[in-house]
């Protein structure tokens, strides 16, 4: 069974940073992207930030320059550090893994998510 959880949000004032962590079980990095989503109340869910099995990272262009992805393969862990942090930022972010088994079939699973609030 695959599980993602994710942690390390919470509320910070602009300016600040969060660091994000998803904690994978039931797959391994060596074989799927991961990657972090985000959505905001009343839009819809969009991409921040995404990392393949080779370490090759893809960034929204709002968050280039103050986000960065990482994965540990030890740990089966992916991180989202967030610095500069606006209140645009607000969200709740989900972490993603994404594989491409065949032609047309691909697998995708989500974690439940984690909130984060940047006070203005």
């Known amino acids: 069974q695959v599980q993602l959880v994710e942690s390390g949000g919470g509320l910070v004032q602009a300016g600040g940073s969060l660091r994000l962590s998803c904690a994978a079980s039931?797959?391994?990095?060596?074989?799927?992207?991961m990657g972090w989503y985000r959505q905001a109340p009343g839009k819809q869910r969009e991409l921040v930030a995404t990392?393949?099995?080779?370490?090759?990272?893809n960034y929204a262009d709002s968050v280039k320059g103050r986000f960065t992805i990482s994965g540990d393969n030890t740990k089966n862990t992916v991180y989202l550090q967030m610095n500069s942090l606006k209140p645009e930022d607000t969200a709740v972010y989900y972490c993603?893994?994404?594989?491409?088994?065949?032609?047309?079939?691909?697998?995708?699973?989500w974690g439940q998510g984690t909130q984060v609030t940047v006070s203005s």
């Open positions: 993603n893994s994404h594989r491409v088994v065949a032609l047309g079939y691909e697998l995708d699973y």
């Open positions: 990392i393949t099995n080779i370490g090759r990272s």
């Open positions: 039931g797959i391994s990095f060596r074989n799927y992207a």
